[in-house]
């Protein structure tokens, strides 16, 4: 079948490091992104991986394996504000452009 | 752009009413999805459109469900009849197309259904 998965919850504590992995599963590929929503907010776009490798934006680093179907969300510094869950999505799942399926969610909690 | 608006952004209503969900995308937007999420079920998606018109309907979960996109600056989610089993948040997002993916989600409109 076709699917997303994450972790359901990672705790952690400030100024930490913490990974959120995501594996899936689907017909076509083309790239993984991520989103951080807060409780009771929308779901806001992080970073997106097209290819394998490593792309870093600030205090988040994104990897994508393709050949593992594989990839994470690496946090530093973690910060109190950081708690919120945190999806992976395809965005052209199944290998239709654009449409866009979410995992299953990671609740991250930071604590003091 | 004021991002996307999602109107109400809180409906109570009782089972059997007709809900009507309210989303008008950023301009310039190729795509438009419609979202539920629940506790249970996370994010799924219900459906979207490209360029105003319906692409995936897949997950659209009954015949009571229906989606609707007059225009490039409108879309509508109905429930009729609504169900205790639809209370959920509905998000809209839209996203340009192309090689930018990057969906932009408005608040979200929170509904229960007694």
């Known amino acids: 079948g076709q699917s997303l998965e994450q972790p359901s919850e990672v705790t952690a504590v400030e100024g930490a490091i913490v990974q959120i992995n995501c594996t899936y599963q689907?017909?076509?590929?083309?790239?993984l992104s991520w989103y951080q929503q807060h409780d009771g907010g929308a779901p806001t776009f992080l970073s997106y991986?097209?290819?394998?490798g490593l792309e870093e934006t600030g205090r988040f680093s994104s990897f994508l394996s393709r050949s593992d179907s594989y990839g994470y969300l690496l946090l530093q510094e973690l910060q109190m504000k950081d708690s919120a869950s945190y999806f992976c999505?395809?965005?052209?799942?199944?290998?239709?452009?654009?449409?866009?399926?979410f995992g299953t969610g990671t609740l991250l909690a930071v604590q003091p | 752009d004021a991002g996307v608006i999602q109107s109400p952004r809180h409906e109570v209503t009782e089972m059997g009413q007709e809900v009507t969900l309210r989303c008008k995308p950023i301009s310039g937007h190729d795509y438009l999805f419609w979202y539920r999420q629940t506790m249970m079920r996370g994010l799924e998606l219900l459906i979207y459109f490209n360029n105003n018109v319906p692409i995936d309907d897949s997950g659209m979960p009954e015949d009571r469900f229906s989606a609707k996109m007059p225009n490039a600056s409108f879309s509508t989610l109905k429930i009729q009849p609504s169900e205790p089993r639809d209370s959920a948040v509905y998000f809209c997002a839209s996203s340009p197309g192309g090689s930018n993916t990057e969906a932009f989600f408005g608040q979200g409109t929170r509904l229960t259904v007694v």
């Open positions: 999505a395809v965005p052209g799942y199944g290998g239709a452009t654009n449409k866009l399926i």
């Open positions: 689907t017909s076509g590929f083309y790239g």
């Open positions: 991986n097209a290819l394998d």
